[in-house]
Every structure is written in C-alpha cells, then in structure tokens.
T-cell receptor, first 113, second 112 residues
Framework: DADVTQTPRNRITKTGKRIMLECSQT?????MYWYRQDPGLGLRLIYY???????NKGEISDGYSVSRQAQAKFSLSLESAIPNQTALYFC????????????FGSGTRLTVV | GENVEQHPSTLSVQEGDSAVIKCTYS??????FPWYKQELGKRPQLIID?????GEKKDQRIAVTLNKTAKHFSLHITETQPEDSAVYFC???????????FGTGTRLKVLA
C-alpha cells in the first residue's frame, strides 16, 4: 500500500548535535509537512512544501530547517539540538487535487539529552 | 494569528453513551475542518471532515456539525465503544493555504 515512511522511529541525541529526520512517501502527493506533537499542545506546524521548489515556514520554524530533495522526500534538520526540541515529530502529505486531508507518517520520537 | 481551541482536554464516558468534542476557530476564512483520531502509539488518522458549505455530516456513529456564524464545529460520537478510546484532534484550514491548524487534542476514555 502507498504510505508515508519516517526514519528513524526513535532517536536519542545530545544537546548541540545536528540531526536529520527523513520522510519519504509513495502516495504521489505533492504537498508535504512537518509537525511536532507535544502533550497538551497538539500538533504544531514546523515547515511545509507544496513542491520541490517551494518551502514555507510554519508556526514554530526557529531552530529547524528542511530540504525537499525530490517530490517524494522531505527532510527536517535540527542544526544544533536542544532539550526543548524533545518531541514526537510527524511528517504528513496531502494531495492538491483530491483534498482528502493529510496522511501522516508513523512518527519519529526524538529525545535530546 | 490563526488559532483553534479545543475542549474538553479529557473526556470520560460510559460505554454506550454519547461523546461531544467542541472546537472554535479564529480565522473566518477557514473552509475545511477535519477530525483526526490518534490511538496510543500510532499516527493520527482522518475519521471525518466537513467543508464550510455544509452544516452537518454523518458517517455511521460519528457526525460533525459546523456553525460558521459562531466559528465553531463539533464532533459527535454516539453509542461509544471501548475502541473509541483515543486522542481526537480537530483542525481548520483556510482556502488556498492547504495547511492545517490543529486543536490541542481531547483524550477520550470509554469506560466498559
């Protein structure tokens, strides 16, 4: 089945380290998003991209950067990780034409120590 | 800026009773309102959505209502079952933006 895959599933990293979270999709969707989930805060948008040449900041982009390497790949980087970036990160995709809502990836649980 | 408020944050109901979760949005240009269910340790999954040209939509035991004047929308689950226990998120999206602003979530517990 077409899906959205995130790697790694879990990661523990040290403060100050650079880390990349990867997302790839086989759904053929053009739009891709990165959200972080924190208890009591819901899902907050970090960055989103409507195609390879389009990158947009979301609500909480400070401390993060992204790369849309191909239509199917969208990576999130933490240049210098800090403990308050500990969270569950979700990639999501959507389709320009069907408008049927997001398909979420399986998530990456990141812990910064 | 855009904001979506969701209440309550936790909700416990007896099996077979109904559950209602309410959301209020701030952007009057919002025109699409999806609801997601997230089971423990899993990804959020779309369960129902509604567009601004419709006042109500039903799918078996779940329904969503929209009041554009008051800028609020609600999820209704009837005849709740233990498998309905999860965290539910509402979201709002404005025409042309294709990005969702999510509420903070409601943890629903259905007691057997």
């Amino acid at each position: 089945d077409a899906d959205v895959t995130q790697t790694p599933r879990n990661r523990i990293t040290k403060t100050g380290k650079r880390i990349m979270l990867e997302c790839s999709q086989t759904k053929g969707h053009d739009r891709m998003y990165w959200y972080r989930q924190d208890p009591g805060l819901g899902l907050r948008l970090i960055y989103y991209s409507f195609d390879v040449k389009d990158i947009n900041k979301g609500e909480i982009s400070d401390g993060y950067s992204v790369s849309r390497q191909a239509q199917a790949k969208f990576s999130l980087s933490l240049e210098s990780a800090i403990p308050n970036q500990t969270a569950l990160y979700f990639c999501a995709t959507s389709d320009l034409h069907s408008g049927n809502g997001y398909t979420f990836g399986s998530g990456t649980r990141l812990t910064v120590v | 800026g855009e904001n979506v408020e969701q209440h309550p944050s936790t909700l416990s109901v007896q099996e077979g009773d109904s559950a209602v979760i309410k959301c209020t949005y701030s952007d009057s240009a919002s025109n699409y309102f999806p609801w997601y269910k997230q089971e423990l340790g899993k990804r959020p999954q779309l369960i129902i959505d509604i567009r601004s040209n419709v006042g109500e939509k039903k799918d078996q035991r779940i329904a969503v209502t929209l009041n554009k004047t008051a800028k609020h929308f609600s999820l209704h689950i009837t005849e709740t079952q233990p498998e309905d226990s999860a965290v539910y998120f509402c979201a709002a999206s404005s025409r042309g933006t294709y990005k969702y602003i999510f509420g903070t979530g409601t943890r629903l517990k259905v007691l057997a």
